[in-house]
């Protein structure tokens, strides 16, 4: 073997940093018939569904593939081809459901507001009072491009209280952020194995109410992406349709009992949180600024305003960070150029503190006098 060397500290949106136990329950062999893969893919989908308080509403499917796998093996098996969606969108990962639905030849409308801002809750209401003919409504819990967290409770209730179908891209909020299926209505929430849950990535999955997931026969426009029939398979016999992603499941099974030591969703939601605030707090210190205000940020990466001093070049920024041993991210805006501090991932206050350190230090070497961006 080869001498462990520390990797660098990934504060990014997935994959992420995971603990060596995760990393070492990997280290063996598994057939896609063996008895403890067998358990460990059962207890893998029963856990995932109580995280969400779906025991008896809801089941797991899980899917091989990153997350965006998941979200397109979900909308083409919950939306019939007669379907319309109403996809709220205020990001790139609310964009990535209307191009879905565009492959998928499914009908949608949007409605859309700016990347600083919330899903607009009396637009929803008026787009479902107003059109009857809209099936599912689409929403993003975090999304991702801004680290802004949407009011999915909220959602959901018009949802209901209009009788849609409510299916939440839970991807980057999923086991942090707490959700739970007795006072929210989703028939579907949707997550991968690489994010707040720290497994590595390889596979996604569907958290779907059974009573709806029963009547999807047929819907599903690909065969691989068709996650009625991996249910279906998956019930019978207890394997995966296809070859499984066998270590993947083994790594997260490991994370998701860590996970479950170390609090759960409470625990998680404390950690990050802890890093969130450190992280804006020593950033702010610094002079830069967020996009959003805190009473809409996620704490599960954090959008920066770019500095306004000359002296600062994001890649020698990024590079001279990553040769210190911290990874960050560039930012997704449309409307202003920025950048990404993730708090997700197996890490503490010592690696956000430690982050800050460095950002200092690199800030002075590089000239920048503060972090203060362009005034809008
Ligand atoms: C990460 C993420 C996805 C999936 O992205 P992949 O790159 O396919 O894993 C989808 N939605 C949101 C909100 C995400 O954060």
Redesign the pocket.
Known sequence: MTEHVQDPWLLT??PLTTSMETKQAMLHDWGSRDASFIEMNARVRDTLVKIVDGEGSHVCVPIQ???????EATLGTLIPRNGKALILIN???GT?MAKILDYAGRAYVINETPEDTPVDLKALDASLDSDASISHVLV??????SGILNPIADVAEIAARHGRSLII?????FGAVPVSAKEIVFDAI?A?S??CLEGI?GM?FAIIRQAVLEGCEGNAHALTLDLYDQWKSMEANKQWRFTPPTHVIAAFDSAISQYLAAGGVAGRNKRYSNNCRILLDGMRALGFETLLPDELQAP??VTFKMPADPAFVFEDFYDQLKDAGYVIYPGKLTVAPSFRIGCIGNLDENHMNGALKVIKETLDKMGVVNGVPVAA
């Open positions: 949106p997935g593939g990153s997350g965006s796998f998941a979200v990001g790139a990962y990535r993003v819990h975090c999304e991702t491009t891209d839970s991807m980057s909020a949707l991968s690489n994010k990535p996604g599960i990466i």
